[in-house]
């Protein structure tokens, strides 16, 4: 094996990838199996994990390192349901990536619809990360596991964006979470990261990105955003998996811990 594979290699590692139907957690699964991982799909449907995993093996031919299992990332019992199949297919898991989030369109603050703004806290708080990582993390303490954690926060977890409350309010918290749990882990040598991605077109935000007359132009939100990036583009889904490989290597980033690395063409350091 040479140097950098050795450092960068995820060989006989179990990686439980949430929201696995999505297109972020899609776009890492790929690039974790190419660097020799196994791969344990959770999604809310069969039909979005099997179009998942049908396209992974499509691109990467390595169906067998491809286990799904549909689990509702709120549900506690559920979570530790899946827990033994993963183990049952593969091995124990090594590392979670809790993929499940995002938002439901923008209102004026006055306008907010609660049961909207209380779904969306749940969506990313408790299906994004508390109830998934609640769990794994005592199945890694009780088994002496020195597991890996990269979660998905968001540009809004540093600065606001307009109208869209619910969905600021819990990114902000997925960061804050993320540095509370590394701290609180860290004596069990179990890792707690995130990923900040700047603006991916996806199912979350295409509404609110481009206009929806199939012609492909940018809403005034778009245009506003590719303005405030340096790098004047929106980003590419295939951007993102090799930030998530390096944080789950143990080589490469074993003494990092509680931070939050951003993959947003500069969105953050955009100034005047
Ligand atoms: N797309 C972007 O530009 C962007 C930017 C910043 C942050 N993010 C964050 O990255 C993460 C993934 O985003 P995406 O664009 O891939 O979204 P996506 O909608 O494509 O994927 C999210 C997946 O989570 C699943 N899901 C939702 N609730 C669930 C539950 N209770 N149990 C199991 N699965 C559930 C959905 O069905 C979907 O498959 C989210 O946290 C999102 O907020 C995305």
Wanted: with cysteine.
């Amino acid at each position: 094996m040479s140097f950098i594979e050795n450092l960068f290699s995820l060989t006989n590692q179990t990686v439980v990838i949430t929201g696995g139907g999505g297109m972020i957690s899609r776009a890492i699964a790929r690039v974790l199996l190419e660097l020799g991982a196994k791969v344990s799909l959770w999604g809310r449907t069969d039909k979005s994990l099997q179009e998942a995993k049908n396209l992974l093996e499509d691109q990467t031919g390595l169906a067998v390192n491809i286990h799904t299992f549909v689990v509702d990332t709120t549900d506690e019992t559920a979570i530790r349901a899946a827990l033994p199949e993963v183990e049952k297919n593969f091995a124990v898991p090594d590392a979670l990536i809790n993929g499940v989030g995002g938002n439901r369109g923008k209102t004026p603050f006055i306008e907010t619809d609660l049961q909207l703004f209380e779904d969306i806290l749940k969506m990313n708080l408790i299906a994004g990360l508390m109830a998934p990582t609640k769990i794994i993390a005592k199945y890694w303490i009780n088994k002496k596991i020195k597991g890996t954690i990269i979660n998905l926060a968001s540009m809004s977890s540093y600065l606001p964006l307009s109208g869209v409350w619910a969905y600021n309010a819990a990114k902000a918290g997925i960061l804050n979470l993320t540095q509370a749990a590394a701290k609180e882990f860290a004596p069990y040598g179990i890792r707690v990261n995130a990923i900040a991605p700047g603006f991916f077109i996806g199912k979350q935000n295409r509404n609110l990105l481009l206009k929806n007359d199939g012609s492909g132009d940018l809403t005034e939100r778009g245009k506003m955003i590719i303005d405030h990036t340096p790098f004047g583009r929106f980003g590419e889904v295939d951007e993102l998996g090799g930030t998530a490989a390096f944080l789950l290597s143990q080589k490469a980033a074993g003494f990092i811990t509680g931070i939050c690395i951003p993959v947003d063409g500069g969105y953050l350091i955009d100034n005047i």
